[in-house]
């Protein structure tokens, strides 16, 4: 990459990785009420927000697929793409904190439960549950078994690592000038296929590649410079921002079937992205905190299922002993929910995951 390319990139990123916070935040939003309710302690989820986790793991996989392909095009295009490369990188990034995560949620849910008394049914067997996961299965794994929660937040991994299994060789053997149209094509083929009634499983297990499809497709237009007049307009950057805005914090936006729910968020999830890293937004968010929180935002995302556990508990045995109104519960919950959460994946960005980020960058042309 030369000085000029390596100077757009740096200068475009840390909106992205803002965003790749305040998604994770999203889901820790969601996932709070939800356990609190479950050990019938107080909660709140009144607001849309608070129910748009799932959506917010949507923009996650819009948002890896614009970034990973658009890197496997800017080196395809500069020939030295090297598939090698490219999984050992995926595996120093993400394996380390995903099999932590594994490992202690199955200690956790087998081990440690039944230690302090705490009934979990447990539907698998640890050879099942450990070949599923290994495998990058956890969406079927989690929608099969129901886990536990530490588990199940593994299902995005899972679908992410699919998803480039397939993708970056098909884009190592296609000549550069074919990657465009067949990407086109098999998100168009990919998208019918997933809404067909005959094939089920693919919405049951949560297969949505066609967000990560849709996230590359616009990375290559980007890259290829045919998105120029996006670029410059305030007025598509606004409503694109302005709509993904609404869907998140409103409910106006209802739809009668899957079909047309997934295509709305599909496109404007895709172009959100877009505009939000590549766009004329008229802002760069250089926050020093915001930009680092979104750099440990993957452990935000991986850590936080855990320190809710952990939160939850100590209010379970301490509600008797303190007076607090319901309110004050709820608020002491997510404070202290998500300052453990940020301390923790603090730690392990500084003292765990850097180790094997700076081997990463030992691949990186």
């Not at 039944?114 to 447990?122: V, W």
């Not at 098999?186 to 693919?202: C, E, G």
């Not at 320190?307 to 004050?328: R, S």
């Amino acid at each position: 990459m030369n000085p000029k390319d390596k100077k757009f990139h740096m200068k475009k990123i840390p909106n992205l990785d803002v965003l790749r916070f305040f998604l994770a935040s999203f889901v820790v939003l969601q996932h709070l009420p939800k356990l609190c309710k479950n050990q019938n302690l107080p909660y709140f989820d009144g607001l849309p927000i608070l129910n748009r986790g799932v959506d917010s793991v949507y923009v996650f996989f819009v948002l890896s697929g614009f970034l990973i392909i658009k890197s496997i095009y800017e080196e395809k295009s500069k020939s030295f793409f090297s598939i090698k490369n490219f999984y050992v990188r995926r595996i120093l990034r993400i394996f380390p904190v995903y099999y932590f995560v594994m490992i202690f949620g199955l200690i956790f849910y087998n081990l440690i439960l039944p230690l302090i008394g705490i009934p979990f049914e447990i539907t698998y067997s640890i050879p099942v549950g450990l070949a599923m996961m290994v495998f990058f299965l956890p969406n079927v794994f989690s929608i099969m078994y129901e886990p536990g929660g530490i588990l199940q937040v593994l299902w995005s991994l899972g679908i992410e690592e699919q998803f480039y299994l397939l993708v970056a060789p098909l884009m190592y053997l296609l000549p550069l000038k074919k990657i465009l149209k067949t990407l086109i094509i098999l998100a168009s083929i990919y998208f019918i296929i997933f809404h067909l009634p005959a094939l089920d499983f693919l919405r049951k297990y949560e297969f949505m590649y066609f967000f990560l499809f849709f996230g590359g497709i616009v990375a290559i237009l980007e890259e290829k410079k045919k998105l120029e007049f996006f670029k410059k307009s305030r007025i598509f950057a606004f409503t694109m921002i302005s709509l993904t805005v609404l869907y998140f914090f409103t409910d106006l936006f209802l739809f009668k079937t899957l079909f047309l729910k997934n295509l709305f968020t599909g496109i404007v999830f895709t172009f959100f992205v877009f505009v939000l890293g590549y766009g004329n937004v008229g802002f760069k968010i250089k926050n020093k905190m915001l930009n680092y929180l979104g750099k440990i935002s993957y452990g935000i995302y991986m850590y936080h299922v855990i320190v809710l556990n952990f939160v939850v508990f100590l209010f379970l045995k301490i509600q008797d002993k303190i007076i607090l109104t319901d309110t004050l519960v709820i608020i002491s919950i997510n404070i202290l929910t998500f300052i453990l959460t940020f301390l923790i994946s603090h730690l392990s960005f500084k003292y765990y995951e850097s180790y094997f980020l700076k081997l990463k960058n030992k691949f990186r042309r």
